[in-house]
């Protein structure tokens, strides 16, 4: 049947991410959107694009093809006017000109990283080797601003816990003038060292990279003030009291950063005078974690502080303190501020995200309408509104001016997924049944895969028609009743629900799928199956589908288990201790939510599944429980996945592991 061919399409797409636009910016008068996207659905060179907000015209910029490239550009730098675009291609620097049309490359030190314009478009910074560099955007002049003092210390890169845990993935910023910039220097000698080998390869050098385990040392974070005309300054702030910096940047008024002390429980955000002193702006505490959201905090052009709190059960949008969006409307993003503008995304449903704007006179209003995620970004009076949906899309918006869509080429799924979104139970979880296509009432009962994610980093019941969505259906369409829950610590639906899992990331999602799974059998009376239920799950979902068939096997009969952290002192520090503490101060809380612990627990069939290059999940965590399991002599797979991360990206492991699974569930639930 066609869906047959979705696992093969799914690998060929990159999950149907090629062909997609991307990474939308418009110039500061918002006649031209610049954007990535590939030529089609199954191309993988993402090219550079211009589209013109008055006629809606597209026009191709950069070309990885015609450069020589046989990758694509995965992100950009522009400067302020939108005119000139920096990127790295190939271990080169380029330049494309957005209003010529012209691409050259600029001479720069080997392997240049993170490109940066300047908001004047004569400079640019980046880093290679370390140093924080910076070259004219002629050409000419290319020298090194900071050098590394060691060979692990950095200037100008974030650091691992800020780029995953704290959404600060950059490590330099501007000054609008373009005279002098703002810079990380990362120092990580004292971080633990981790090797990840290649077990096929053994003539091959292990890789060494240092990784804050839970409990140990992090980076040591400064921030420097560096000038083009030689300055230097530390900033100063309690830097024993407040070792993360959660977030930086430099707007009209001056640099300014985020702070955050090791337990996370306060944040200070500071404004930075010339000579590096600093000043608190604001500060924010929470008895369990104050919650770090993207884009925050920032300045309006006027000099208003834009940040969040935590009211009641709200997380709501701050301006100079004061808080500007009502009780229920769920802040989850700031994507912008114009002059005194403010453009976040927030939720009153969690299942949907809209974009919405601020202004002091006006108060809020939704730019965003029906089902979906949406986000966006304004300039110069153009605003570009991305839509993730079935249907999903990305206008462009231009006061005066027609609307005009950025066209997708990602080629549309095989599979057409069938959500029932439903709310479970007196705590109305959220939750998604998708059903075989075809599937009458009265058919009998179907075997039940339960398919969560259920963790504090993402949702997967939502309308926004994601990938792991047809996923869910393609499993349906192999003769199961597929089941995803959204419990207790997923995000969307409120500070208090957040904060459930505090000391705990066990208990209550593994509660909420057995309570979502009953639910849901009640609502649909003969159609699941409770005597065949299988779960499967990735990363955090890995985990609670091995930890539901070692705690509850009297409910769960098989589990696939996908990148497991099966012990939560292997995981890096700001993610672990925001949720448990520091294990020095609460070993139990990592002592309870080990699966290591609970091997010889294991009744039911386990399969692991893991990617042997993964430096998010390291090897450790599956093979550790396996020798727990063997020791405790109880019986399981383990599926390795040579030279794989933490999510497969190569096309014959994504397509065969789909089947792998598939017929490893069929198996243990005799389907």
Known sequence: MATDSFPQQLARTRRFTLGVPVQPEPSADGSTVLFLRSRGGSDPLTCLWALDADSGEERLIADPGTLGSAGGITSYSADAGGSLAAFVLDGALWLADAVSGGVRAVPSAAEPQDPRLDPTGRTIAYVSGGALRVVGADGTGDRALAEPEDCDITYGLAEHVAAEEMYRTRGHWWSPDGTALLVARIDERAVTRLFLADPADPQQQ???????????????VSLWLLGLDGRRAEVRWDRAAFEYVTA???DGHGPYAAV???????VRTLAIGADGGTTVLAERSDPHWVELLPGLPVRTAGGALVDTTDEGDTR????DGKP???????LRAVVGTEDEEVLFTASE?????????????????????????HTGVRRGGTLVLTTRSPDGRTEVLRDGAPSWPLTSYAEPPVVTARPELLRLGPRELRAALYLPTGHRPGDGPLPVLLDPYAGPAMQKVTTGGAWYEQVSQWFADQGFAVLVVDGRGTPGRGPQWDKTVWGDKAGPPLEDQIDGLREAARLRPGLLDLDRVAIRGWSFGGYL????????????????????????????????????GHPDQYPEHYDDGSLIAEAPNLSRPLLLIQGLADDNVYPAHALRLSHALLAAGRPHEVLPLRATGHR??????????????????????AT
Do not use: C, M
Request: proline share 8%; glycine share 6%; net charge neutral.
């Open 206 to 220: 292990p890789r060494a990279i240092r990784y804050p385990l839970a409990g140990t040392a992090n980076a040591d």
């Open 248 to 250: 930086a940047g430099w």
């Open 260 to 266: 955050q002390s090791r337990d996370q429980r306060t």
């Open 316 to 319: 709501q949008l701050t301006v």
């Open 324 to 330: 500007v969006t009502p009780a229920g409307l769920q």
């Open 349 to 373: 449903e969690p299942t949907e995200t809209h974009l919405w704007a601020y202004l002091p006179d006006l108060g809020i209003r939704k730019l965003s309408s029906g089902p979906g995620l």
């Open 545 to 580: 589908a091995a930890l539901a068939v070692l705690r509850r096997p009297d409910v769960f009969h098989a589990a696939s288990a996908g990148a497991a952290p099966t012990d939560w002192r292997l995981y890096d520090t700001h993610w672990q201790e925001r949720f448990l």
């Open 648 to 669: 497969p990206t190569d096309e014959a492991v994504v397509e065969n592991l789909l089947h792998h699974e598939l017929n490893f569930l069929r198996k243990q639930l």
